[in-house]
């Protein structure tokens, strides 16, 4: 079964870049950092999740990101599915920090209990095809979403419709150019039908 072991963002300043994901998310060498200016602009049609057990937690890595520089597309509030709000990192990439749970259960921390690249497709049925013939296994599937089943990957994968993943981002869903993503796996690499770039993790 394919996974995905982790996702490099191309950005403009890597230094800049590092600062702010070593501050504010340490999320080790599952995102990693590679200097592009290759031209961008709007919604790059993809958002990171960080699922979290409770929302003190996800207030807690909010509220280090935007310290750090990050900007506020969704303010954190609980919803019917739980408790969450979205930022966008200093690059541009946009991060989603969600939480099943509407009430706390322990003190605050920054723990982050699952990470999820999220995908957005213009043709799910023609991705979910695409993706399962590359060795993915498909867990979920309704509509416009398909969630992908990942035991034992580091980083768990997600198809959205490209425009309902730009609204759940508080994001207009036009862009164009360069996704500034690569994301590594032991089925890359290859480019999928969106123009997302994969490449080998090994």
Known sequence: MASVEFVTLEVADATAAKHFYTTALDMGTLVRLESSDAPTSGFRGFTMSLIVSQPANANAVIDAALAAGATSLQPAKKSLWGYGGVFQAPDGTVWTVASSSK????????EIDEVVLQLGAEDVG???KFYTEHGFEVAKSYGKYVEFASPSSPIKLSLYKRKALAKVAGVDPGGTGSHRLLIGSDAGPFTDPDGYQWVAST
Do not use: N, V
């Not at 009430?103 to 920054?110: N, Q, W, Y």
């Open 126 to 128: 023609a991705s979910k």
């Open 103 to 110: 009430k706390d259960s322990g003190p605050a921390s920054r």
